[in-house]
Each structure stands twice: as structure tokens, then as C-alpha cells.
């Protein structure tokens, strides 16, 4: 075999078929549309802040009958180190009891539950009430 012919024969076999071309086109789109993506979201964003909800939730039980769940949501872009939360118990505009709950971390899109008892026996007309105090940007 003379080299004339054996360079026709190694690029006949060198040649791509349509499959290959659509895999390499199909990726090539893929990483393209990832990476245009990303500089997209590097451009647009912006400085986000923790944004802290807190919901309470009677939890009575045998043993801690003035017992409450306290349900920390943090709906922001950002975690918040060493939230303090306000549990108070209010009878007609007065604040009968006041508890303390502390999370070490609320991470971004995140929910965490801690629970307070308080000695005496909120009335059903009683008011509870649920303030975020502080926290920080780790």
C-alpha cells in the first residue's frame, strides 16, 4: 500500500459521523448557555441581607403544658450567626412572662425550631408574641 492510499483510508476512518456531531454541538449549546448563566448571575446580583421570620405554635404536652414551638425562618439570601429572639406573654397590654431563645446559625432559605415554657397558664385571651431582637453577619 503506497502512502497515497493509506492517507484516503486514514481519513475515512479520521471523519466524524452525524452522532458524534450532534454530541458535540448539544454540548458545546450546554456549556455555552452554563456559562452565560453565570456571568449573568455574577452581573445582576446584589447585596442580600438575612431576612428573619419567626412564628409560634402552641406544643402543650403532659409534662410542659405551657410549652410553645418556635419556628425561625430565615427567607433572605444571607446566613444570620447568633439570633436572639423575644417570647413574650401578653395580658391586657401587659407583659405577663418573657422568654429568651438563641439560635447559633440560620442558614440562607433555612428553617430552625427551638421551643419556651413559661410558668404560668397563658389564658386564651393572653397574646404571644414573637420579636427577632438581633443578629449577625458571619
Not at 405577663?96 to 446559625?105: D, G, K, Q, S, T
Request: net charge negative; with cysteine; proline share 6%.
Amino acid at each position: 500500500m503506497d502512502r497515497k492510499q493509506q492517507q484516503s483510508t486514514n481519513s475515512i476512518k479520521d471523519q466524524k459521523n452525524w452522532l458524534e456531531w450532534t454530541i458535540f454541538g448539544f454540548s458545546l449549546v450546554l456549556v455555552l448557555s452554563i456559562l452565560l448563566y453565570l456571568v449573568v448571575q455574577a452581573y445582576t446580583h446584589g447585596p442580600v441581607t438575612p431576612k428573619l421570620i419567626a412564628d409560634h405554635y402552641l406544643d402543650a404536652s403532659e409534662h410542659a403544658p405551657n410549652r410553645y414551638r418556635i419556628v425561625l425562618r430565615n427567607l433572605g439570601g444571607e446566613t444570620a450567626e447568633q439570633v436572639k429572639l423575644t417570647v413574650r406573654c401578653i395580658q391586657n397590654d401587659r407583659v405577663m412572662e418573657e422568654a429568651e431563645l438563641e439560635f447559633p446559625f440560620a442558614p440562607q432559605e433555612s428553617q430552625r425550631e427551638g421551643w419556651v415554657s413559661f410558668r404560668g397558664n397563658p389564658n386564651p385571651g393572653d397574646s404571644i408574641e414573637v420579636h427577632v431582637v438581633s443578629y449577625k453577619k458571619p
